[in-house]
């Protein structure tokens, strides 16, 4: 069952569940859909103003999952398209020849290609290869300052996410989505301290924030960023 609250001018929509259990309980995904549990006899004013008291706090949750969604507009993969990598916009330059390339040369990203269908291909596993050393550069001295805490992560993989930049699993593993290779350094080392902070603290609680905080005391401007860099 799909219901609403107003919060001063937000509206909150919320999937109710009712089930067999002793208190309600909030959960915001990581697509920001907000699932209410409650047991079978609660009330729905008594759910909504549960709602209402935890808004604030949806309203930061929901906010947090919102710098993980990618944005990246449609691409046509034509020469004179503009092409992010590391932060800075690269104009792309395709030409046909057999020997295939990708390369970075001064304001351009340079692709020879066999043929023109080929140029998509060609420029996603330019990135993908990028992401791999880059993102293993950039998580290697955070992992190490993470050490101090007593944990370290089981793995890091790439994974295309539709709507996150990055996760954490129960088992440690974290996972990137290799679009962040677009971004500026900065904001891939706040998706990867974000989910180092998550080996210790699962949610985003006040001792979540405080350590985010500690570990990178201008988060809040690369969150940012990441916000609006694809948009």
């Not at 880059?134 to 709507?163: C, G, Q, W, Y």
């Not at 677009?182 to 210790?200: T, W």
Request: with cysteine.
């Amino acid at each position: 069952m799909t219901e609403a609250i107003q919060f001063g001018s937000r509206t909150i929509d919320f999937r109710l569940e009712y089930s067999d259990r002793k208190s309600l309980g909030i959960t915001v995904t990581p697509e920001m859909e907000v699932l209410v549990k409650a047991p079978t006899d609660t009330s729905m004013e008594k759910v909504k103003e549960k709602i209402r008291k935890k808004a604030p706090w949806i309203i930061i949750q929901q906010s947090f999952f919102l710098s993980f969604q990618p944005k990246t507009p449609q691409r046509k993969y034509i020469s004179g398209e503009t092409h992010l990598y590391l932060g800075r916009q690269y104009r792309l330059q395709i030409s046909i020849d057999k020997e295939e390339s990708v390369k970075l040369k001064g304001k351009f990203i340079e692709v020879t290609a066999s043929d023109k269908s080929r140029a998509k291909d060609l420029l996603n596993d330019w990135y993908l290869q990028h992401a791999r050393t880059k993102f293993h550069a950039i998580a290697t001295p955070l992992i190490d300052k993470f050490k101090i805490h007593k944990v370290e992560p089981s793995s890091i993989v790439l994974r295309n996410m539709p709507t996150r930049w990055g996760s954490c699993t129960p088992k440690g593993k974290i996972i990137l989505n290799p679009e962040l290779i677009k971004a500026p350094k900065g904001c891939i080392e706040y998706v990867i301290i974000h989910e180092l902070c998550h080996l210790i603290y699962h949610d985003h609680t006040q001792k979540f924030l405080d350590l985010q905080t500690k570990e990178m005391k201008d988060w809040e401007k690369w969150k940012m960023k990441l916000e609006k860099l694809l948009a």
